[in-house]
Nanobody, 118 residues
């Protein structure tokens, strides 16, 4: 099992930036993918971005493409989500997740709140 701990959420004005971190522990991640999801009040959880840990290939939802950047630091076993040009509609609880290639995400963090004011 992988343990994931998010940090970096907060309150920011529209147009501002935040960087989320997800510290991972519990195993090696060379055959894992990790991702960010978010859930706004009254809405279903949605995919934001993902990264294949070994290759570094990245994937984004259309709604954040060009504004958010996912990355990872192998030495620190930490994944990041740099969020720029934030919009009020980005307000949500953001979760990091991990899972083996070709399988469902099976480990989730506790979530961190991001609030963007207009």
């Amino acid at each position: 099992q992988v343990q994931l701990v998010e940090s970096g959420g907060g309150l920011v004005q529209a147009g501002g930036s935040l960087r989320l971190s997800c510290a991972a522990s519990g195993r090696t991640f060379s055959t894992y993918r990790m991702g960010w999801f978010r859930q706004a009040p009254g809405k279903e959880r949605e995919f934001v971005a993902a990264i294949r840990w070994y290759e570094g290939n990245t994937y984004y939802a259309d709604s954040v493409k060009g504004r958010f950047t996912i990355s990872r630091d192998n030495a620190k076993n930490t994944m990041y989500l740099q969020m720029n040009s934030l919009k009020p509609e980005d307000t949500a609880v953001y979760y990091c997740a991990a899972g083996p290639y070709g399988s469902e995400y099976d480990s989730w963090g506790q979530g961190t709140q991001v609030t963007v004011s207009s």
